[in-house]
């Protein structure tokens, strides 16, 4: 398996532009998740989803946040309008329900 | 609330010696922990786990040890090698597989 895939691996975007971020979770595992790292705050988990269903989003910082899980296979992370504080490397993982997580490689954003 | 903290923030090590990176948590309910590696330019990646009916896990040259009593976790890590300097994150599972992180400790071998 080519573990959890993210796209772009790296995102240099204008404030106010949108920015979608994109994940293809292990073929198998049930659970997906978001979250963001940086230096002053290290690693917020985002939202999860289990069999593509939201189950936490309290993570979300605000409504120019979204996040989807159409189906098994892709999950997509959305900005918009993006502000220079979200510049961060954005993480997806995922697992079966309980188990621990896989990582993708991240995507690098940075807002200017 | 509920958080996993960890004492440390850096740690620096020889290379040869044996490591301890510890641990804090504060759900006394959470039944799953889950010690990752961070290297530079990467996601974090598992290690070691544990469950709560344990208090001892051995890898290799890894070991977890859990203390219900005073809500500790700490890993330990044999002849520490220069690829193993690294950020390690202690998790603590909640319900439905949710990860709580800890702020993570810089380990850093000295060769």
């Known amino acids: 398996d080519a573990g959890v895939i993210q796209s772009p691996r790296h995102e240099v975007t204008e404030m106010g532009q949108e920015v979608t971020l994109r994940c293809k979770p292990i073929?198998?595992?049930?659970?997906l998740f978001w979250y963001r790292q940086t230096m002053m705050r290290g690693l917020e988990l985002l939202i999860y989803?289990?069999?593509?269903?939201?189950?936490?989003d309290s993570g979300m910082p605000e409504d120019r946040f979204s996040a989807k899980m159409p189906n098994a296979s892709f999950s997509t992370l959305k900005i918009q309008p993006s502000e220079p504080r979200d510049s961060a490397v954005y993480f997806c993982a995922s697992s079966l329900t309980s188990g621990e997580q896989y990582f993708g490689p991240g995507t690098r954003l940075t807002v200017t | 609330g509920e958080s996993v903290g960890l004492h440390l923030p850096t740690l620096s090590v020889q290379e040869g010696d044996n490591s301890i990176i510890n641990c804090a948590y504060s759900?006394?309910?959470?039944?799953?922990f889950i010690w990752y590696k961070q290297e530079s330019g990467k996601g974090p990646q598992f290690i070691i786990d544990?469950?709560?009916?344990?208090d001892k896990r051995q890898g290799q040259r890894v070991t977890v040890l859990l203390n219900k009593t005073v809500k500790h976790l700490s890993l330990q890590i044999a002849a520490t090698q220069p690829g193993d300097s690294a950020v390690y994150f202690c998790a603590e599972n909640t319900n439905a597989g949710k990860s709580t992180f800890g702020d993570g400790t810089t380990l850093t071998v000295k060769p």
């Open positions: 989803f289990n069999n593509n269903v939201p189950i936490d």
């Open positions: 544990i469950r709560s009916n344990m």
């Open positions: 759900n006394s309910a959470s039944d799953y």
């Open positions: 073929s198998g595992h049930n659970s």
